[in-house]
């Protein structure tokens, strides 16, 4: 079955990196595109970034020019490098990936930026 478990969160100062991983089994991972998403309690969940199957990236519009999302398809994973945190990027990050109309999610990663 889809499993995606992302790790690499935790606490870092507003200014600092954190890079996020996302590894991926149950399906060929590198048909698939490959997306990140965040969640506060006060906010829908929200689109950060995605991955085509062939490494084009984009993105939302709050993290652009920040975060870098890349794959590596030999290791089955999903990496999201965030760059210049601030406060207003804490939250859950979740890994998701669509397939045949179905969104399949991992556990999550806690991500605190504070001083």
């Known amino acids: 079955q889809v ?3 992302e790790s690499g969160g935790g606490l870092v100062q507003p200014g600092g990196s954190l890079r ?3 590894a ?3 399906f060929t991972f590198s048909s698939y595109a490959m997306n990140w998403y965040r969640q506060t309690p006060e906010k829908e969940r929200e689109f950060i970034a995605g991955i085509g199957s ?3 990236g984009y993105y939302g519009a709050s993290v652009k ?3 870098t999302i890349s794959r590596d398809n030999g290791k089955n994973t999903v990496y999201l490098e965030m760059s ?3 406060p207003e990027d ?3 990050y979740y890994c998701n990936v669509r397939r045949f109309q179905y969104d ?3 556990q999550g990663t806690q991500v605190t930026v504070s001083s």
């Open 3 to 5: 499993q995606l478990v």
């Open 104 to 106: 399949y999610w991992g």
């Open 65 to 67: 020019g920040r975060f």
């Open 84 to 86: 210049s945190l601030k």
């Open 20 to 22: 996020l991983s996302c």
């Open 54 to 56: 062939v490494g084009l």
């Open 24 to 26: 991926a089994s149950g």
């Open 90 to 92: 804490t939250a859950v």
